[in-house]
């Protein structure tokens, strides 16, 4: 029988650092998780009370995300 090996190629180590993540709570009901991307965050998760948020183009995983407070 072979052995298997598992690796997790998401798995931080000298090859790849952790990303800088970084939790945005705004008033309007909102809670962004951004990751930071040279001078800028990008967003990688967004969580809202308002529906309309989730159809938002500029709120899309991946766009460039600049916080209200």
Known sequence: MPLLTVIDLNEP???QPMPQVQLFR???G???ECVRQGDDWCLRRLIS???RD???PA???GQKFHPQF
């Open 26 to 28: 705004e008033e309007n």
């Open 59 to 61: 709120l899309q995983p």
């Open 30 to 32: 909102r809670v962004a």
């Open 54 to 56: 989730y159809l938002d």
């Open 49 to 51: 009370t308002d529906p």
């Open 13 to 15: 180590g000298v090859w």
